[in-house]
């Protein structure tokens, strides 16, 4: 069974800095992208960044040069830096992440439990 959890959300004021963390874990054989998106208060989820396997790097246009996406192979883990964040940037967020099992299996997009982001102002 494999498992995403984010962890490092919060309540920040304006301008302010978090960092949230996914790990996977369980039976992986390999992971291709991991993906960070969000879902504020009566809107639909929205994809911010996401980092393939070799490691490069896609933004959402309102989270560039703020956000930083990065992913540690050896750890199954991947980050979002989130830097002078906004009030808009509220919502919960939630990684995802293309994942093989074994050799000859299918990849399956797993989805974390999210983590609750609070910009005040």
């Known amino acids: 069974q494999v498992q995403l959890v984010e962890s490092g959300g919060g309540l920040v004021q304006t301008g302010g800095s978090l960092r949230l963390s996914c790990a996977a874990s369980?039976?992986?054989?390999?992971?291709?992208?991991m993906r960070w998106y969000r879902q504020a208060p009566g809107k639909q989820r929205e994809l911010v960044a996401t980092?393939?396997?070799?490691?490069?790097?896609n933004y959402e246009d309102s989270v560039k040069g703020r956000f930083t996406i990065s992913r540690d192979n050896a750890k199954n883990t991947v980050y979002l830096q989130m830097n002078n964040l906004k009030p808009e940037d509220t919502a919960v967020y939630y990684c995802?992440?293309?994942?093989?099992?074994?050799?000859?299996?299918?990849?399956?997009?797993?989805w974390g439990q999210g983590t609750q982001v609070t910009v005040s102002s």
């Open positions: 995802n992440a293309d994942i093989s099992v074994r050799l000859t299996s299918p990849r399956f997009r797993y």
């Open positions: 369980g039976s992986i054989f390999s992971i291709n992208d």
């Open positions: 980092i393939t396997s070799g490691g490069t790097t």
